[in-house]
Every structure is written in C-alpha cells, then in structure tokens.
C-alpha cells in the first residue's frame, strides 16, 4: 500500500506564483505531497484562480471581516482542520500571524522569503539590497517562528545583483529561484529527510554545491 501523501495548506495574498511552482511540482504522481486547500486573505486574488484551476479548494478568508488578529487566525484554524491540512506553506501571504497561532503549526509551517536571511528581514527587500551595495542576494525557504522571517533555516539560492538592476528586474531573478527553492524545500519535507537541530536545518543525504561566486566576475584572461 502506498504511503498517504502530506496534506498541506498553502496561505497566499496575492499572484501566487510560488503556489504555482508548488502546484505543479505536486502534481508529479510520486510526490509525497498534496495541496489540499489555498487560502486567500485577500478576495479576488490570482492565486485562488490558479488553485481552481488545478482543482483545488480555494478559500478566501477576508481578514477585513475580523475585528482582530485572534478572530482572523482563528478562522484560518477552521478553514485548515476542516480541510484536514497537515502542513502549511506561507507563499506570499502578507499578514502576521499571532504567536498562539505560529506555535500551533511549529515545525509544521514554512515560508519563503526574497533575501538572503538573516538579512533583510521585512519589505522592500530588494531595493534595500541594492541601496546596501549587496553584490549578492536570493531568497530563502525557513521555518516559522513567532519572530517575522526568522527561523530554522532549509534551502537558500544565491542570485548576483547587477549594477543596473531595479527592485523589480532583481525581484524577477530572486523569484525564478523561489520557483526552484520551495517546491524542493517541500519535497524534503514530505519524503522525512529534513531534521530541525537548533538553529540549523539538516537534510538527510544532502549535497552541497562546490563552486563559489564573484561578483563582479573576475575578467577574461586574453
Ligand atoms: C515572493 O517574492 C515571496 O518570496 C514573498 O512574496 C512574493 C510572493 O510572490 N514572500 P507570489 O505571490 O508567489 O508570486
């Protein structure tokens, strides 16, 4: 008998492109995962068109209807027990979560995050990387903890910031790894190869990369 797949939620508030990474990765029919539920903060977002469109519960949660982070989280509880989720993916979601709340799903909740933590935490994380003088940036799949964009850390990739870069053509680059970072993140996860040890995060048979990166790139030899 085959094992049952990892029930997860994913909670989005916008476009929802890393759903879609996780969406489609999912799909894969040796994945030991499954979303069962999206749940939106925001009506009318393009994530819940792309969860329907996979056939997948789309929940809108309006966190304008709540009087308080309590109610709102409260809610979400419900939405995820009935749906039975298991495990929650932050991707894109854009409100903070009460501390009762994040306790609930320790070591059960991820989120992916566009810089390289522990720096820049927060928003606007990509023309704070450029305004710093970064040479490099990416983005980060960790666990969450009470404390906003901290906690154990899985996956990271690199991304070289461009001396002609905007926040939004780095933005892009970051995202492309998102879309590689989080679905593998979550892999892990499902197949039990991923132990938390303080701080650290350890991946059962991991491997490492052995190259380096400069930026700016040593020039040519003639
Ligand atoms: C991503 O950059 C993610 O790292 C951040 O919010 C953005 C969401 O984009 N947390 P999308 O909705 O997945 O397209």
Known sequence: ?????????????????????????????DHPAEIVTVISNRPGVKALDRAKKAGIEAVTVDHKAYPDRESFDAEMQRALDAAGVEFICLAGFMRLLTTGFVEHWSR????????????????????RAIDAGARFSGCTVHFVTPEMDVGPIIQQAVVPIHQDDSAESLAARILEQEHRIYPASLRWIAEGRIRIEGERVLLDSATHPDTSLLNPAPEATR
């Open 108 to 127: 059960r909740m991820i989120n992916i995050h566009p810089s390289l933590l522990p720096s820049f935490k927060g928003l606007n994380v990509q023309q």
């Open 1 to 29: 008998m085959s094992k049952a797949r990892l029930r997860v939620g994913v909670l989005v508030s916008g476009s929802g492109s890393n759903l879609q990474a996780l969406i489609d990765s999912c799909a894969a029919p």
